[in-house]
């Protein structure tokens, strides 16, 4: 059974750090894992995507130099790091597995992926 669940939201103020978790099982290792976010009234945007096998990462330029997505194969969990967190960082962020490939054009597709976890809160205040 394909599992997707994230973890570590929270409130948190400007300038702050946040770590995201999302533990996958059921999905076949290789695949691209990204986080999403989506807040009141916008669309989901990707933040950044990871392709494991390649060890290829893409950031949106909103969160680049700010926010990481590391990984840890023996508890099969990818990771957002958020770090110098803003007001306009708060949004639902979801997790989701793609395809086994990513290209820089389409990483943050959202009809790129069928597998998809609840949803974790971040609230940031000013």
């Known amino acids: 059974q394909v599992q997707l669940v994230e973890s570590g939201g929270g409130s948190v103020q400007a300038g702050g750090s946040l770590r995201l978790s999302c533990e996958?099982?059921?999905?076949?290792?290789?695949?691209?894992?990204?986080w999403f976010r989506q807040a009141p009234g916008k669309e989901r945007d990707g933040v950044a995507a990871i392709w494991?096998?390649?060890?290829?990462?893409?950031?949106s330029d909103s969160v680049m130099g700010r926010f990481t997505i590391p990984q840890d194969n023996a508890k099969n969990t990818v990771y957002l790091q958020?770090?110098?967190l803003k007001p306009e960082d708060n949004a639902m962020y979801y997790c989701a597995a793609g395809p086994d490939g990513i290209k820089?054009?389409?990483w943050g597709t959202v009809a790129r992926y069928r597998l998809w976890g609840q949803g974790t809160q971040v609230t940031v205040s000013s």
């Open 24 to 34: 996958v099982s059921g999905v076949t290792y290789g695949r691209v894992i990204t």
């Open 104 to 106: 820089r054009s389409t």
């Open 82 to 84: 958020m770090s110098s």
């Open 52 to 59: 494991p096998r390649m060890g290829i990462t893409f950031y």
